[in-house]
C-alpha cells in the first residue's frame, strides 16, 4: 500500500511541478509546525508529502470542518478536531497522547488560520516542551515548489529565543499568498 500512495505522490509532484525536501522518518514523534498557511491548497501538499513518506502524521483542524460526511475523512486523513471555542487544556491532553505513543507526528498551522495574523499561537511549543519531543520546521515555498521539513528545535529555556530561530527560518519562504503571511 506504501508504494501505491508513493507512486501516487510522485506522479501528482510531477503534474504540479513541486519538489519534497528533507525527512522525517528517522524522527518518530515531534510537533511540526506547517507555515506559511495562507491557502487552501497548504493541506494538498502537505498531504504530498505524508504519502511520498508514507508517514502517520496527525494534524489539528477546527471542528466545525468536521461534518457528515466530511469527518470520516478528514479522521482517516490524520485529523483532529479543535474546539477553537473555549480552553481545554489540549495542551496537556495532547502532550500526554505523543508521550505514550511509540510514534506520533503532530502537524501544527501556528497562525490558526488562512488569514493575515501576525500573533501566532504558541500551543506547538508547549505541547513539544511537556511532552519532551522536537519541533521540526516544515514549510511550503510557493516560490520554490518546495514541500518539505527544515530545522529541528528542541524547546529551551528561553521561548523568545526560541521564536527568533523559528522566525529566521521562516524568513525566507514564500507563501501562496505572501500578503496573508506574517512571521511571529
Not at 22 to 29: E, S, T, V, W
Not at 60 to 84: A, H, N, T, W
Not at 129 to 136: D, L, S, T
Amino acid at each position: 500500500m506504501k508504494w501505491l500512495s508513493r507512486s501516487l505522490a510522485i506522479v501528482l509532484l510531477k503534474i504540479s511541478g513541486w519538489k519534497i525536501e528533507g525527512d522525517l522518518c528517522g524522527i518518530p514523534k515531534c510537533v511540526i509546525i506547517e507555515a506559511p498557511h495562507t491557502s487552501n491548497w497548504d493541506m494538498f501538499y502537505g498531504m504530498l508529502f505524508k504519502l511520498y513518506y508514507g508517514l502517520s502524521i496527525r494534524f489539528l483542524m477546527k471542528q466545525e470542518l468536521f461534518r457528515f460526511p466530511m469527518s470520516y475523512f478528514y479522521r482517516f486523513l490524520g485529523g483532529i478536531p479543535v474546539d477553537r471555542s473555549s480552553h481545554h487544556n489540549l495542551v496537556g491532553l495532547l502532550a500526554e497522547r505523543i508521550a505514550k505513543a511509540d510514534k506520533f507526528r503532530l502537524v501544527i498551522t501556528p497562525e490558526g488560520t488562512r488569514k493575515k495574523n501576525c500573533h501566532w499561537r504558541t500551543g506547538f511549543y508547549y505541547i513539544a516542551k511537556e511532552a519532551g519531543i522536537p519541533v521540526v520546521l516544515g514549510y511550503l515555498d510557493y516560490h520554490r515548489k518546495a514541500a518539505g521539513v527544515g530545522a529541528v528545535l528542541y524547546p529551551g529555556s528561553n521561548l523568545e529565543s526560541d521564536l527568533e530561530e523559528i522566525r529566521n527560518f521562516y524568513s525566507g519562504v514564500t507563501a501562496k499568498f505572501p500578503e496573508s503571511f506574517c512571521l511571529l
